[in-house]
């Protein structure tokens, strides 16, 4: 069965650490992958995305991620993170249907 | 951010009572998806709708039926709601549901549900 997981599931750093968030799926076709954050009260916003090419990415507020399909992963990571961090991080995988990790909360202390 | 929004946003019911949650969208996208957020499970799908008329089961839809009479709107609606289905809804659209057009889904604000 397709599935993604999510390795942490409640992280707490101090600001300016770095964080790596990790993500492994299970599928062995074309999938388009996904991190979402969902800050507290509020909706799930696109982070960044991979389809192909480059397997490193960017996406906004200084997160980045690295697609490695030897290893089936996706992780996340940012060299330096901030309070305004403090959310629940998504991993998604597109493989016709998107299917979610089952989330990592983030908690960043001052 | 993309145009979806959920009513109600916040509703509380009493176990066996059925319960309609919209979704509305102005971005005339074709695929619209309702999800439910859980601790520990991440979304799971619900339903999906792929056109007007035209909807498909997902994950977790036994207890819960969709409608979309219209390409802006899709219903969820909990015919007798229980305990088990409080969570937190959110709905999603996209362009297509195909990995090979590299589409992706943007969310709606979510509707917190409590039943009682």
């Known amino acids: 069965a397709q599935s993604v997981s999510q390795h942490n599931h409640h992280v707490i750093l101090s600001e300016a650490a770095s964080l790596e968030l990790g993500c492994n799926y299970s599928?062995?076709?074309?999938?388009?992958l996904f991190w979402y954050v969902q800050y507290p009260g509020q909706h799930l916003q696109l982070l960044l995305k991979y389809f192909s090419g480059d397997p490193l990415v960017k996406g906004i507020k200084g997160f980045e991620a690295e697609f490695i399909k030897s290893k089936f992963s996706f992780n996340l990571r940012k060299p330096s993170v901030q309070w305004s961090d403090t959310a629940e991080y998504f991993c998604a995988v597109h493989t016709g249907k998107l299917i979610f990790g089952q989330g990592t909360t983030l908690q960043v202390k001052p | 951010d993309a145009g979806i929004t959920q009513s109600p946003r916040h509703k509380v019911t009493e176990t066996g009572t059925p319960v309609t949650l919209r979704c509305h969208q102005t971005?005339?996208?074709?695929?619209m998806y309702w999800y439910r957020q859980d601790p520990g499970h991440g979304l799971r799908l619900i339903h999906y709708s792929y056109g007007v008329k035209d909807t498909d089961k997902g994950e977790v839809s036994d207890g819960y039926s969709v409608s979309r009479s219209k390409t802006e709107d899709f219903l969820l609606t909990l015919e007798s709601a229980t305990s088990s289905q409080t969570s937190v809804y959110f709905c999603?659209?996209?362009?297509?549901?195909?990995?090979?057009?590299?589409?992706?889904?943007?969310f709606g604000p979510g509707t917190r549900l409590l039943v009682l």
């Open positions: 971005e005339n996208h074709r695929y």
């Open positions: 999603a659209i996209s362009e297509s549901s195909s990995p090979d057009t590299k589409e992706t889904q943007y």
């Open positions: 599928y062995g076709g074309t999938v388009n």
